[in-house]
Nanobody, 115 residues
Framework: QVQLVESGGGLVQAGGSLRLSCAAS????????MAWYRQAPAKQRELVAR???????DYSDSVKGRFTISRDNAKKTVYLQMNSLKPDDTAVYYC?????????WGQGTQVTVSS
């Protein structure tokens, strides 16, 4: 089992940057595929970016070229560097860990981008 705690959200102007962190506790972090999702008001939760255990990354079309996901297994942390932020990026961002069919979520961190 793994527990996830996100941090780094906040209010930023359009064009600005934020870096989200997701700190994991528990064993076996190296064996979890990790991802960031987001959910805007009145919208479904959507996948933003994911990174596998061996570092393969994948992004949604809406953030490709602007966001970068990375992981530090020694620190049990996954990051989401967000550049060139847009008002449409405003949402609660959730960290997700998956292993052997088990799915774990953090509590989320709010990102608000003002125009």
């Amino acid at each position: 089992q793994v527990q996830l705690v996100e941090s780094g959200g906040g209010l930023v102007q359009a064009g600005g940057s934020l870096r989200l962190s997701c700190a994991a506790s528990g064993n076996g972090f190296n064996f979890y595929n990790m991802a960031w999702y987001r959910q805007a008001p009145a919208k479904q939760r959507e996948l933003v970016a994911r990174i596998t255990t061996i570092g393969y990354t994948d992004y949604s079309d809406s953030v490709k070229g602007r966001f970068t996901i990375s992981r530090d297994n020694a620190k049990k942390t996954v990051y989401l560097q967000m550049n060139s932020l847009k008002p449409d990026d405003t949402a609660v961002y959730y960290c997700n860990a998956v292993r052997n069919g088990w799915n774990y979520w953090g509590q989320g961190t709010q990102v608000t981008v003002s125009s």
